[in-house]
């Protein structure tokens, strides 16, 4: 097949990038609650995150302040400080906790998307019948999983940012919120929204690879 009949080939089995963007938002309309229960998964993970990123602020922000009662309310709150320490990390059991939460969002993200690629074994087979490419299918996936881990990550960043001021209220009082610096707030949110876009993407990565080189014979005789 020559160069030129190829590049043909390819325009009538490609279809726009906004055009893959619409069919997978459609695909997320479909499948509402099963896209809910992942999102949900990730909301979790991500705002644990947040929460824990967002509380280290907090207290960077009150011992910045000098103050000998702030630095005691710390201690008290479950900081561990050192007498010349001027900043709160985060303690080896806190980072696995994260780890391992991260870690159970995406094996829950992995076996959703694996039960939607069964699922859709007859609508794949009809795509690929019909001429669409791996990559094609590979894109839908990953389109789908990037909405699903855009608003996952999104909402679950907020809401642990949001909590754990609340928290950090509830416990230190107006001060903490006079001491903090917003900016490294906002970078806590926007690192923990980043790390759940990955995550979602990473989750899909294995089960689209399964669906783009489904062959179209075998997923059109499976039973619905």
């Given amino acids: 097949m020559s160069s030129i009949e190829k590049d043909g080939v390819n325009r009538l089995v490609v279809l726009p990038f906004a055009k893959s963007v619409e069919i997978s938002f459609k695909s997320i309309r479909v499948r509402f609650f099963r896209s809910l229960i992942t999102t949900i998964t990730l909301v979790l993970a991500v705002s644990f995150l947040s929460f824990v990123n967002v509380?280290?602020?907090?207290?960077?922000?009150?011992?910045?302040?000098g103050d000998i009662n702030l630095r005691q309310a710390l201690i008290r709150a479950g900081y561990d400080l050192e007498a010349q320490d001027t900043a709160v990390g985060s303690s080896p059991k806190?980072?696995?906790?994260?780890?391992?939460?991260?870690?159970?969002?995406?094996?829950?993200?992995?076996?959703?998307?694996?039960?939607?690629?069964?699922?859709?074994f007859r609508e794949i087979g009809t795509m690929k019948c019909l001429g669409a490419l791996d990559r094609f299918v590979l894109r839908l996936f990953v389109l789908e999983a990037a909405m699903q881990g855009l608003a996952g990550a999104s909402i679950g960043a907020v809401a642990g940012g949001f909590f754990s001021l609340v928290n950090a209220l509830l416990s230190f009082g107006t001060v903490a919120v006079a001491a903090l610096s917003w900016s490294d707030v906002a970078l806590?949110?926007?690192?923990?929204?980043?790390?759940?876009?990955?995550l979602s993407l990473a989750g899909v990565l294995y089960p689209a690879i399964v669906a783009a080189k489904m062959q179209p014979v075998e997923a059109m005789r499976v039973e619905q």
């Fill in 55 to 65: 509380g280290t602020d907090i207290a960077d922000g009150l011992l910045a302040t």
């Fill in 94 to 120: 806190q980072r696995w906790i994260i780890i391992l939460s991260l870690l159970v969002c995406a094996v829950g993200i992995i076996n959703a998307q694996l039960m939607a690629v069964t699922e859709r």
């Fill in 188 to 198: 806590s949110v926007l690192y923990a929204t980043l790390v759940g876009i990955l």
